[in-house]
Structure formats: structure tokens, C-alpha cells
């Protein structure tokens, strides 16, 4: 059974940074596509970025240069390194495998960004 746990959030000021933890278990992130998603109030989910099995890092337009995808095998951990934070990036943040599996979804952790 797949679980994923995700923390690091919290509230910062705009321009701020961030960095996010995904712990998995059931699955191995070295040779699983991964993402993190996130959903703000009133939207529907998106994908914000994502890693290969190979590496590849692809991100959403309102986030490239800002964020980053990283993972750590030995952890089994997929982060997402949040920078020049804005407003707009409020929301939880999810990860979840690339394409997503319905039954993976986690709690998530709540980003907000506000002065």
C-alpha cells in the first residue's frame, strides 16, 4: 500500500522560501515518476512539478525559475524547494506519483503566503 507524508509548510512572507518533504512508503521514488500537486481555494488541483524515473524535471510555467523538484533515494523522499514565494503559490501541496493514483492521496501541507 502505497503512503505518502508531506510537511514543510507553513506561512511566509512574499519572497520567502519553503522547502517541502514527501516520505513515501510502498514505493520506491528512484524508479517512480513523482509530482507535487497543489490546490488552492475554490480551484482544482494541479500539477506544480514532477521527476522522471530518469531524472527529467518539468514544472508549470507560474513556477519555473522558483521552485525546484529534487528526491533522495537513500530517504525514499521527493522535496519541492519553493522560492520567491507569492501570494498566488497559497494552497496545499500534495505529491503524489506521475500520473497520480487516486487512492495515494495524502493529508498534504498547507503553504501560505501572505504579509
Known amino acids: 500500500q502505497v503512503h505518502l507524508a508531506e510537511s514543510g509548510g507553513g506561512w511566509v512572507q512574499p519572497g520567502g522560501s519553503l522547502r517541502l518533504s514527501c516520505e513515501a512508503s510502498?514505493?520506491?521514488?528512484?524508479?517512480?515518476?513523482m509530482g507535487w500537486y497543489r490546490q488552492a481555494p475554490g480551484k482544482e488541483r494541479e500539477l506544480v512539478a514532477r521527476?522522471?524515473?530518469?531524472?527529467?524535471?518539468d514544472y508549470v510555467d507560474s513556477v519555473k525559475g522558483r521552485f525546484t523538484i529534487d528526491r533522495d533515494n537513500a530517504k525514499n523522499t521527493v522535496y519541492l524547494q519553493m522560492m520567491s514565494l507569492r501570494p498566488e503559490d497559497t494552497a496545499v501541496y500534495y505529491c503524489?506519483?506521475?500520473?497520480?493514483?487516486?487512492?495515494?492521496w495524502g493529508q498534504g501541507t498547507q503553504v501560505t503566503v501572505s504579509s
Open positions: 510502498g514505493i520506491f521514488v528512484s524508479i517512480q515518476g
Open positions: 503524489n506519483t506521475f500520473p497520480s493514483r487516486s487512492n495515494s
Open positions: 521527476i522522471t524515473e530518469f531524472g527529467g524535471r
